[in-house]
């Protein structure tokens, strides 16, 4: 491996790191949703930091090109992100119809109060 290509590598990981770091100081992203991207910043740094374990973890698991085993880890962990924001947004969904629907009740109510105040105003005069 080429000088150039170990130091991005390490640069690489390490802006990941710093982006995700960065976003949850400033309350941008939450830490449940933060685990997977520290996961796979931290598992880049380690494979550009120290090469030789990549290589070894592709021939501990029978991959024959290393470079294939982090293409299939980073599909792996992008597909748990997406699988956790889509159980979020369903839950999300399932949270706004079901306030939707009290919001309508609440104001089905206001407008039967307000009518029926309107009919004893009536009444009274």
Same mark, same amino acid.
């Given at each position: 491996? $080429?000088?150039? $290509?170990?130091?991005?590598?390490? %640069? ?6 710093? #982006? ?9 992203? &939450? ?10 910043? %931290?598992?880049? =740094?380690?494979?550009?930091?120290? /090469? ?8 501990? #698991?029978?991959?024959? %090109? /290393?470079?294939? =085993? #982090? ?9 748990? %992100?997406?699988?956790?924001? $889509? ?6 969904? +399932? &949270? #706004? ?22 009919? &004893? +105003?009536?009444?009274?005069?």
């Amino acid at each position: 491996m $080429s000088l150039a $290509s170990y130091i991005l590598g390490i %640069v690489a990981a390490l802006l990941v790191l710093g #982006v995700v770091i960065e976003l949850l100081r400033r309350g941008r992203l &939450r830490e449940r949703h933060a685990a997977w991207w520290i996961l796979a910043g %931290v598992l880049a =740094l380690v494979a550009a930091v120290f /090469p030789v374990t990549l290589a070894w973890a592709a021939q501990l #698991v029978g991959v024959q %090109v /290393p470079t294939n =085993l #982090v293409f299939f880890a980073g599909i792996a962990i992008l597909f748990f %992100v997406a699988l956790q924001s $889509s159980s979020e947004l369903t839950a999300l969904e +399932k &949270r #706004v119809r079901t306030l939707a629907e009290h919001a309508a009740l609440q104001d089905l109510r206001i407008r039967q109060l307000e009518a029926d105040r309107r009919d &004893r +105003k009536r009444v009274d005069e």
